[in-house]
C-alpha cells in the first residue's frame, strides 16, 4: 500500500480519478470530514474530497491562535472562490489554556498536538458521525516517523486505537504514495491557485514555534505583527524560508529619551534547497535597515531587530 | 573648582605641569594610591601621579574575572615599558561570589561598584595607609552623575562620607576639568602609546555588561571567547564600538546530526560620533558570515550568531 509514486510514475488525471472513486467507494452514502490547515497538502486532499463528495465532505479550518496574520480569512476566501466552504472553528481558547506556563519547545508541541486531536478536532470528529476521516499524510511524514524525527499523524495508530473499532470512523490517506513535488503537482492538476505553492513553508505550532519561551495571546500577536513585515518585505527575494522569532531575553532600549527593558526580534532569511543544510540569504543592508525602522515603529515593545548570520548546521532553520 | 577647561584653553604641557605640583603638594611626605582599569582616564592619571610621586604611588589593577582575554597582562606589559610597575590584584573569586544569582542589570552594576569600592578597593585603600587616592574622574562624570545617567565615581560622597575625616585621607581628581578629548591630548602629551587611544570604549561593569541573565564565571568565559573573535575581525573596521553578547535563551542547534539546545552570541558593531545616537554599520556580509562560522568554530556551546540591525534609539550600545 505505501509504494511510492515517483514523479517519473505520476499520471495526475489518473492520480485523481482514481482517489475520487476510492474516496466515493469509502464513504459510500455516508459523510466524511477533514481538516484544512491552508498548508498544501491539507488543500489538496479538500479539494480531492470535494471532488468526490460534494457537500458531503465537511471541511473545518481549525482557528488556534496561532495563526499569521489574516490566515484564517484568507484560506476561507481562497476556498470560496473555488466553491469550496470551510467552517472556522474559534478554538483560541482552548489553545491558548493549553499552552499556558509551557516554556520548553517539545512540551509546547505536545500540548498543541493533544489540544488538537484529543480536545478540538477529536470532538468535532466525534459528533460529526462522519464515515471517514480524510488526512493529508504524505510519504515523507511515514518516512520521518519511522525515523524518528516527526511523529505520525495519525495519532490513534499512535495511541494503539482502530478508530474503526472504537469511533466507528476509518482514516483515508489519499496522499501516502507521493512526496511534496507529487502533491504539487496533482495540486496544479485540481486547480489550486498558484498562491498556495507559492507559501514559504510554515512550521506545524506555527507562531508558538516563533516565540521563546511561553506562548501567551500578548506573545503571539507581537511576533505575528513582526512576521506580517517579514513576510511583507522578504516575499520579493525568493528565500527557502524566512521569519521573525521573538526572544524571551529582554535587552535595554530607550523610550522617550529614558532607559526601558524591552523585546528583542530575530530575522532569519535561509537559502536552502532541502532544509537539511541552509545558509542566511545575503540581504542588501538596506533591506536589513528597513526591516529593523519598521518593526521598532509597528510592533509595540520591541526595541531591538537582529539577523541570524549562523549556517545550518549548527543552527537550525527555526530556533524552537 | 569644576570650571571646564576647553580644547581651545588647554595647554597640556602647562596642565601636566601644574597637576604634578598639585598632587606632590597634596601628598608631601606621604603616598598615594590609585586603581587603574586599562582605560583612558585612569591610565592619564596614573602617569601623572607617576610623574610627580615616582614609587610614592602605589598603581593598582584590580582583577575582577570580567575582563577581556589577556588584559590585565596587557595592561601590566604596557605600563611597565613606560617604567611603571603595576601591582595586580586577583580578586576574581570576590566579583563572582558577589553577582551570584543576580540577572537583574542594575543589580549587577551595583555588586560590583559595591564589591569593588567597599570590598577590593576599599580594603586595599584602608590597609595602604596612602594619604591620597588618586581618581580619573572626568567632567562628563559629573555632568551624567547631575543628570541622573550614571552614578558618581565617588563613592564616599555618595555615601554621605568625608573620607579624609573618616579614612585619614583625601580624594584628588585631576582630570575633573577635562572632557574626553582634552583627556587624549593630555595622555598624548604624556607618552601613552596610541594603542591605548585606539582601544574601543568598554563598559565599567566589563564583560558582565555582556551576558544577559546570570554572570558565572562560565558564562563570562564564553562571551569573553566571543569577544576575542569579534575584536580581532572588528578592528579594522574602525567603526566607533564593537561588542558581542551572550544571550540567556537558548534555541535549537544540531550537533553531530542531533537536535541540541544551544546558546546565542549576538554581535553589535556601531557607527556614532557621541554615542548619543549610533547606527550599525554596513558590514560585508563576507565578513558577518566569517563572524559567525569562527564564533560557532571557537567557542563552546554556541550554534547561533546574529548581528544587530536597530538604530540607537530605540536600541542602545550595550544590552545590558
Given at each position: 500500500m505505501l509504494k511510492e509514486i515517483t514523479m517519473q510514475e505520476l499520471d495526475p488525471a489518473q492520480f485523481i480519478s482514481e482517489k475520487v472513486t476510492e474516496i466515493r467507494n469509502a464513504v459510500g452514502e455516508g459523510t466524511a470530514?477533514?481538516?484544512?490547515?491552508?498548508?498544501?497538502?491539507?488543500?489538496v486532499v479538500t479539494i480531492l474530497g470535494h471532488r468526490a463528495l460534494?457537500?458531503?465532505?465537511?471541511s473545518v479550518f481549525i482557528d488556534n491562535g496561532l495563526m499569521r496574520q489574516g490566515e484564517p480569512e484568507q484560506v476561507v476566501a481562497l476556498f470560496a472562490k473555488m466553491g469550496v466552504t470551510v467552517e472556522v472553528i474559534d478554538a483560541r481558547r482552548e489553545f491558548f489554556e493549553a499552552l499556558k506556563g509551557i516554556t520548553n519547545p517539545e512540551e509546547k508541541r505536545e500540548a498543541i498536538?493533544?489540544?488538537?486531536?484529543?480536545?478540538?478536532f477529536g470532538k468535532i470528529v466525534r459528533e460529526s458521525r462522519a464515515k471517514i476521516l480524510l488526512q493529508g499524510t504524505i510519504l515523507t511524514d511515514v518516512d520521518e516517523t519511522v525515523a524518528g524525527i516527526k511523529r505520525q499523524h495519525n495519532v490513534f495508530e499512535q495511541l494503539g486505537i482502530d478508530p474503526q473499532e472504537t469511533f466507528g470512523y476509518k482514516i483515508l490517506e489519499p496522499l501516502i504514495q507521493l512526496r511534496k513535488d507529487g502533491v504539487r503537482t496533482v495540486g496544479k492538476a485540481l486547480g489550486l491557485p498558484p498562491d498556495l505553492f507559492a507559501r514559504i513553508p510554515f512550521p506545524g505550532p506555527a507562531l508558538s514555534a516563533r516565540v521563546i519561551g511561553e506562548a501567551t495571546p500578548e506573545r503571539i500577536e507581537t511576533v505575528r505583527r513582526a512576521t506580517t513585515v517579514v513576510e511583507r518585505l522578504l516575499k520579493q527575494t525568493g528565500a527557502f524560508q524566512y521569519l521573525a522569532i521573538l526572544h524571551e531575553d529582554r535587552v535595554t532600549g530607550m523610550r522617550e529619551g529614558k532607559r526601558d527593558f524591552g523585546q528583542q526580534i530575530e530575522i532569519r532569511c535561509?537559502?536552502?534547497?532541502?532544509?537539511?543544510?541552509?545558509?542566511?540569504?545575503?540581504?542588501?543592508?538596506?533591506?536589513?535597515?528597513?526591516?529593523?525602522?519598521?518593526?521598532?515603529?509597528?510592533?509595540?515593545?520591541?526595541?531591538?531587530?537582529t539577523y541570524n548570520i549562523t549556517t545550518k548546521p549548527p543552527s537550525t532553520i527555526e530556533a524552537v
Open positions: 470530514i477533514n481538516a484544512l490547515s491552508g498548508g498544501v497538502d491539507s488543500s460534494g457537500l458531503r465532505l465537511r498536538t493533544q489540544t488538537f486531536y484529543r480536545d478540538v535561509w537559502e536552502s534547497t532541502d532544509a537539511r543544510k541552509a545558509t542566511p540569504t545575503n540581504l542588501p543592508f538596506e533591506l536589513l535597515r528597513q526591516l529593523a525602522d519598521e518593526i521598532v515603529a509597528e510592533v509595540p515593545g520591541v526595541v531591538s531587530v
